[in-house]
């Protein structure tokens, strides 16, 4: 069953009005003092990256810390307090995981982290049938699809054969699960659209708000998105549901973090930064309290690791998630 969007508005209304019901078993865990910002390690861009999917760290399936800094893309091995600089240049951007493996874009390319090398994939000469494709704004992989978006262009690239198989126009915001995306048009408004990547089948306005939408992501249960006022939703499998997360309604920064297929809310208050694990039924449970972050961008997932810039001693340190 597809959602209208008269039910989308009335479900997000009543999913706003639901009382707070965070599952408080979450412990505050031990901080690991782990890796020293000093002369070993650039400094790192803590103001997060170009678009809100992203931040400055990735971890990868070896459990290697990958972070984005002033000098390129450093990594640290499991156990090691020094860094290694794997790609020199003060244009890495976007870090993302996917399936264990690390990759980032710089201007106009995406690059695929093997050990100690960084491989391009892709660049923008790789779209022909889009003659002003330039600069990469956002970027996700989905199994051997890599999409690349440049203005309102998305190019799907198939990276196992080196090869742009569709160009789509007009596209905001997108994530993609499988053989699935949601997406908006250019304008960002309040409309998610649906399409079936494979066939080419479009579901219009599945989903429809009365705010322009901020980010869309994806995960085992379904899609969520973020409205620009803050607002986190998800969207069960086939839109036959949407809920509010029951986050706190007092949080001054929300980050969204993703390992594997589970998602996560990074929460800045107050009193720290913490960690929520979310579900498809709107449920926000609390699996880590009050870490001193510096920012709920600067934060990044591996296993029931959580690993962070410590805004009180400038390091990268870790805290272990307690359930």
């Known amino acids: 069953m597809k959602i209208t969007i008269f039910m989308a508005v009335f479900l997000i209304i009543f999913g706003c009005a639901k009382k707070a019901e965070n599952d408080e078993t979450g412990t505050q865990a031990e901080t690991i003092k782990e ?9 790192i861009k803590a103001d997060g990256a170009g678009d809100s999917n992203f931040g400055s760290f990735a971890v990868s399936s070896g459990d290697a810390l990958y972070i984005r800094t002033d000098r390129g893309i450093e990594k640290i091995e499991k156990g090691s307090k020094k860094a290694k600089l794997i790609h020199k240049s003060s244009e890495a951007d976007m870090l993302l995981v996917s399936d264990g493996i690390v990759y980032f874009s710089e201007k106009d390319s995406v690059f695929r982290i093997n050990g100690d090398k960084a491989e391009k994939i892709f660049d923008r000469h790789s779209v022909k049938d889009a003659a002003d494709f330039g600069d990469i704004e956002d970027f996700a992989v989905s199994g051997m699809r890599l999409y690349a978006k440049s203005g309102s262009y998305l190019a799907e690239f198939r990276h196992d054969i080196r090869t742009v198989t569709k160009v789509y126009e007009n596209i905001g915001l997108f994530a993609v699960k499988g053989n699935e995306m949601i997406y908006t048009t250019a304008d960002r408004n309040d409309i998610i659209r649906h399409m079936r990547v494979d066939t080419g089948e479009k579901t219009e306005g599945v989903i429809a708000l009365s705010e322009p939408f901020d980010a869309l992501y994806d995960f085992d249960g379904g899609f969520a998105f973020k409205t620009e006022r803050g607002g986190l939703y998800c969207i069960s499998r086939w839109y ?19 390992y594997g297929a589970r998602l996560f809310a990074a929460v800045k208050t107050s009193g720290g930064v913490s960690l929520y694990s979310l579900d498809e039924n709107g449920s926000a449970s609390l699996v880590l309290e009050g870490i001193n972050a510096a920012s709920a961008a600067d934060c990044a997932l591996a296993g029931d690791t959580l690993y962070y810039l410590s805004r009180a001693s400038g390091r990268v340190e870790k805290a ?3 359930n």
Not at 35 to 43: A, I, N
Not at 248 to 256: D, G, I, R, T, W
């Open 320 to 322: 272990q998630l307690k």
């Open 240 to 258: 036959a549901l949407v809920n509010s997360f029951n986050l706190p309604q007092n949080a001054e920064e929300l980050k969204v973090l993703s």
């Open 35 to 43: 890796f020293d910002s000093s002369d070993s390690l650039g400094r």
